[in-house]
C-alpha cells in the first residue's frame, strides 16, 4: 500500500448534518458585517429603501429590525430562503452567492431570527430559533395576523406593500443591564460604527443612487421612532488632491491568463476626511480594497504581496473581482478575499501603460508618507490656543503644529477697552484681547459666546502666536504689534460703518 492509488467505495449512506451544526454557523460575524449581509439580501430584492431599526424601551434594547421595501417573498420562496445553504440562479449582480448569509448572519448575532415577506399574495413569516434549529431543524411558521400585521406597520419613509421584514431577537451583544443610560451609550457606539461600516461597504451602491439607507431608534416604551439617519457613502478613495501626481495609476496583472486591472492610489499625507480614516487609523487600512458587484469586500490588506507597514499607510489599491472568479475567493462573511496563490507574483510582475510596476508604486507611497511627515516637522512648535477658540478650530491648530511643552495656552477673549484699538496682547495673562465695541460688527448679527468669531480669532492667533514664546518681546516683535494695531483698528472702524 505505498502507491498513492484512488480509493475503491462499495456504496453510499446518507449522513445529514447533525442540527448542532447551526450552532458554529455565522460565529466569525459582528453586529455591522452581520446586518451589511442583510443589507445585500435587500439589494439583490430590489429594494430602493433599506431601514435598519433598533427597538428600546426605557431601560432595555429588545431587538433589531432590517426591513425592505423590494420585491418580497410568498411562502415557498420564504421557505427557501430560511433553508440553510439552498441556493438559487444568481444573476450576473446578485450580491448573493452561498445561500447562507441571512442565517448565519442572523443565528451569529441573535437567539431567534423571524423573516416576515410579502410579494403579491398574504404576508407570510418563518422564526428560526437557535433552540429549535440546533434541537432538530425546526422551523416555526409565525401566524398570518402577526405578519399581516407587521407588513402594516408604519416603517418610516418606507412602504411595504411589498418587502421583507427581518427582525432579531435576544441579540447577544446587547448590554444586559436594564440602564437607560448604559443603553444609550451602546446605541450611540454602535450606530456610529453601524453607519461607518454601511457607508464604506455600500459606498459605491449609494452613490449609484441603487438604494438609500437609513438607521433610526424606535422606543416602545413612547410608539415613537427617533429621526432616521441617512448612511452617507465613505469612499476610501475620495481624497481631494492625490498624494503623488503620477498617481491614481493602473497596473495589469496577469492571472489565469486574464488582466486584473489595479487601481493604485496616494494619499496625500495626513487626511483628516472620513474615507482616510474609515475605523480606527489609517494604518490599518492600507492594501487592496476588492469590490464585487459594486459592494467592498475588504477594506485593505496586502494578501502576503508585502507587509502592513506604517510607511504605507497611503497605498491603497483598488481592484473589481468580477471577472476572476478563478482567482479571488471571498469568504462567506464577505469581509476578506482570498487570492490565489500565483497573486503575489501576478502583482509584482505587474505593469503600467509607461512601465511603471508595483515596487514603483510602493516606493512612491513611501516616499509621499516621508514627506508629508517632513513638512510638518519643519513648522516650528506653537503655544497651544485656549480659552476662546472654538474646539474645531483649536482641533484644526492641533493637527497642523506641534505643541511647545509646558507652554501655557493662549486666550482669546473680547474686552473693554479705554481706546479704539482693534487688539492688544497681554503677554503676562497669556491672552489675546479683542475691542468690545467691534464684537456686533464681527459678529455680523450672529449671537455671541465664548468661542464665537472662530475666523478673526484664527488669524489673530497666526499672526501673534509666537510673540507668546520666549523671555521677552524685541523691538521687531512690538513694532509688529503697532503695525497690525493700526492696520486692523482702522478695518475695524470701517466695518462699524
Ligand atoms: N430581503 C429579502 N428580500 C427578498 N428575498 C430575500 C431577502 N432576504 C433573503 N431572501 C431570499 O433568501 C435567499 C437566501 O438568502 P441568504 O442571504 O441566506 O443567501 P444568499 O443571499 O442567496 O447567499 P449569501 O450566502 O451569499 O448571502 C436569497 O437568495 C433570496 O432568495
Ligand atoms: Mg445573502
Same mark, same amino acid.
Given at each position: 500500500?505505498?502507491?498513492?492509488?484512488? &480509493?475503491?467505495?462499495?456504496?453510499?449512506? @446518507?449522513?445529514?448534518?447533525?442540527?448542532?451544526?447551526?450552532?458554529?454557523?455565522?460565529?466569525?460575524?459582528?453586529?455591522? @458585517?452581520?446586518?451589511?449581509?442583510?443589507?445585500?439580501?435587500?439589494?439583490?430584492?430590489?429594494?430602493?429603501?433599506?431601514? &435598519?431599526?433598533?427597538?428600546?424601551?426605557?431601560?432595555? /434594547?429588545?431587538?433589531?429590525?432590517?426591513?425592505?421595501?423590494?420585491?418580497?417573498?410568498?411562502?415557498?420562496?420564504?421557505?427557501?430562503?430560511?433553508?440553510?445553504?439552498?441556493?438559487?440562479?444568481?444573476?450576473?449582480?446578485? /450580491?448573493?452567492?452561498?445561500?447562507?448569509?441571512?442565517?448565519?448572519?442572523?443565528?451569529? $448575532?441573535?437567539?431567534?431570527?423571524?423573516?416576515?415577506?410579502?410579494?403579491?399574495?398574504?404576508?407570510?413569516?418563518?422564526?428560526?430559533?437557535? $433552540?429549535?434549529?440546533?434541537?432538530?431543524?425546526?422551523? #416555526?411558521? &409565525?401566524?398570518?395576523?402577526?405578519?399581516?400585521?407587521?407588513?402594516?406597520?408604519?416603517?418610516?419613509?418606507?412602504?411595504?406593500?411589498?418587502?421583507?421584514?427581518?427582525?432579531?431577537?435576544? +441579540?447577544? %451583544?446587547?448590554?444586559?443591564?436594564?440602564?437607560?443610560?448604559?443603553?444609550?451609550? =451602546?446605541?450611540?457606539?454602535?450606530?456610529?460604527?453601524?453607519?461607518?461600516?454601511?457607508?464604506? +461597504?455600500?459606498?459605491?451602491?449609494?452613490?449609484?443612487?441603487?438604494?438609500?439607507?437609513?438607521?433610526?431608534?424606535?422606543?416602545?416604551?413612547?410608539? #415613537?421612532?427617533?429621526?432616521?439617519?441617512?448612511?452617507?457613502?465613505?469612499?476610501?478613495?475620495? =481624497?481631494?488632491?492625490?498624494?503623488?501626481?503620477?498617481?491614481?495609476?493602473?497596473?495589469?496583472?496577469?492571472?489565469?491568463?486574464?488582466?486584473?486591472?489595479?487601481?493604485?492610489?496616494?494619499?496625500?499625507?495626513?487626511?483628516?476626511?472620513?474615507?482616510?480614516?474609515?475605523?480606527?487609523?489609517? %494604518?490599518?487600512?492600507?492594501?487592496?480594497?476588492?469590490?464585487?458587484?459594486?459592494?467592498?469586500? $475588504?477594506?485593505?490588506?496586502?494578501?502576503?504581496?508585502?507587509?502592513?507597514?506604517?510607511?504605507?499607510?497611503?497605498?491603497?489599491?483598488?481592484?473589481?473581482?468580477?471577472?476572476?472568479?478563478?482567482?479571488? @475567493?471571498?469568504?462567506?462573511?464577505? @469581509?476578506?478575499?482570498?487570492?490565489?496563490?500565483?497573486?503575489?507574483?501576478?502583482?509584482?510582475?505587474?505593469?503600467?501603460?509607461?512601465? #511603471?510596476?508595483?515596487?514603483?508604486?510602493?516606493?512612491?507611497?513611501?516616499?509621499?508618507?516621508?514627506?508629508?511627515?517632513?513638512?510638518?516637522?519643519?513648522?516650528?512648535?506653537? +503655544?497651544?490656543?485656549?480659552?476662546?477658540?472654538?474646539?474645531?478650530?483649536?482641533?484644526?491648530?492641533?493637527?497642523?503644529? #506641534?505643541?511647545?511643552?509646558? %507652554? %501655557?495656552?493662549?486666550?482669546?477673549?473680547?474686552?473693554?477697552?479705554?481706546?479704539?484699538?482693534?487688539?492688544?496682547?497681554?503677554?503676562?495673562?497669556?491672552?489675546?484681547?479683542?475691542?468690545?465695541?467691534?464684537?456686533?460688527?464681527?459678529?455680523?448679527?450672529?449671537?455671541?459666546?465664548?468661542?464665537?468669531?472662530?475666523?478673526?480669532?484664527?488669524?489673530? =492667533?497666526?499672526?501673534?502666536?509666537?510673540?507668546?514664546?520666549?523671555?521677552?518681546?524685541?523691538?521687531?516683535?512690538?513694532?509688529?504689534?503697532?503695525?497690525?494695531?493700526?492696520?486692523?483698528?482702522?478695518?475695524?472702524?470701517?466695518?462699524?460703518?
Amino acid at each position: 500500500m505505498s502507491d498513492w492509488g484512488s &480509493v475503491p467505495v462499495t456504496g453510499s449512506t @446518507t449522513l445529514p448534518p447533525d442540527p448542532g451544526v447551526m450552532k458554529a454557523i455565522g460565529l466569525n460575524h459582528a453586529l455591522p @458585517t452581520a446586518i451589511a449581509d442583510l443589507v445585500d439580501n435587500s439589494v439583490d430584492a430590489g429594494a430602493t429603501t433599506v431601514l &435598519v431599526r433598533f427597538v428600546r424601551d426605557d431601560a432595555r /434594547l429588545l431587538g433589531v429590525y432590517v426591513v425592505d421595501d423590494g420585491r418580497g417573498m410568498d411562502e415557498s420562496t420564504l421557505d427557501r430562503a430560511m433553508t440553510v445553504g439552498s441556493r438559487r440562479d444568481y444573476d450576473s449582480t446578485a /450580491l448573493g452567492h452561498f445561500g447562507i448569509g441571512l442565517k448565519a448572519a442572523s443565528l451569529g $448575532q441573535a437567539a431567534g431570527v423571524t423573516v416576515i415577506s410579502r410579494a403579491d399574495g398574504p404576508a407570510v413569516g418563518r422564526r428560526w430559533t437557535m $433552540q429549535k434549529a440546533a434541537d432538530s431543524f425546526e422551523c #416555526e411558521i &409565525v401566524s398570518a395576523e402577526f405578519a399581516t400585521a407587521t407588513m402594516d406597520t408604519a416603517w418610516g419613509p418606507l412602504t411595504t406593500q411589498r418587502g421583507t421584514v427581518v427582525r432579531w431577537d435576544g +441579540v447577544k %451583544e446587547f448590554p444586559g443591564a436594564r440602564n437607560a443610560k448604559v443603553v444609550e451609550r =451602546y446605541l450611540e457606539t454602535t450606530l456610529t460604527g453601524l453607519r461607518q461600516h454601511l457607508g464604506l +461597504v455600500f459606498h459605491r451602491l449609494l452613490e449609484e443612487r441603487r438604494f438609500s439607507l437609513l438607521v433610526d431608534i424606535h422606543d416602545v416604551a413612547v410608539s #415613537e421612532s427617533g429621526p432616521p439617519f441617512l448612511v452617507d457613502p465613505i469612499d476610501p478613495f475620495a =481624497y481631494v488632491r492625490s498624494g503623488h501626481p503620477a498617481y491614481p495609476c493602473t497596473l495589469t496583472a496577469e492571472l489565469d491568463g486574464a488582466g486584473v486591472e489595479l487601481r493604485c492610489h496616494i494619499w496625500p499625507g495626513r487626511s483628516q476626511l472620513p474615507g482616510f480614516h474609515l475605523s480606527g487609523t489609517p %494604518e490599518r487600512h492600507q492594501g487592496f480594497f476588492f469590490y464585487r458587484r459594486g459592494r467592498l469586500l $475588504q477594506d485593505g490588506g496586502w494578501n502576503a504581496v508585502t507587509h502592513p507597514e506604517k510607511h504605507l499607510q497611503l497605498a491603497r489599491v483598488a481592484v473589481d473581482i468580477d471577472d476572476h472568479p478563478a482567482a479571488f @475567493t471571498m469568504n462567506p462573511e464577505k @469581509t476578506r478575499v482570498e487570492t490565489a496563490s500565483a497573486f503575489a507574483q501576478a502583482v509584482d510582475e505587474a505593469s503600467g501603460p509607461g512601465g #511603471e510596476n508595483f515596487a514603483d508604486y510602493l516606493r512612491d507611497a513611501e516616499g509621499a508618507y516621508r514627506d508629508s511627515r517632513k513638512r510638518s516637522r519643519s513648522r516650528p512648535r506653537v +503655544v497651544p490656543p485656549g480659552r476662546g477658540f472654538a474646539p474645531a478650530l483649536r482641533r484644526a491648530i492641533g493637527r497642523e503644529l #506641534e505643541y511647545l511643552a509646558g %507652554e %501655557e495656552p493662549i486666550e482669546i477673549l473680547w474686552g473693554d477697552f479705554k481706546d479704539d484699538s482693534f487688539f492688544d496682547v497681554d503677554r503676562e495673562a497669556r491672552t489675546v484681547w479683542v475691542n468690545k465695541r467691534y464684537r456686533a460688527a464681527v459678529l455680523g448679527g450672529r449671537g455671541g459666546s465664548l468661542n464665537d468669531a472662530p475666523v478673526v480669532k484664527a488669524l489673530l =492667533y497666526l499672526l501673534v502666536e509666537d510673540l507668546f514664546r520666549g523671555a521677552y518681546l524685541g523691538a521687531k516683535d512690538r513694532d509688529n504689534v503697532e503695525l497690525w494695531r493700526s492696520v486692523l483698528t482702522a478695518a475695524a472702524k470701517e466695518e462699524t460703518g
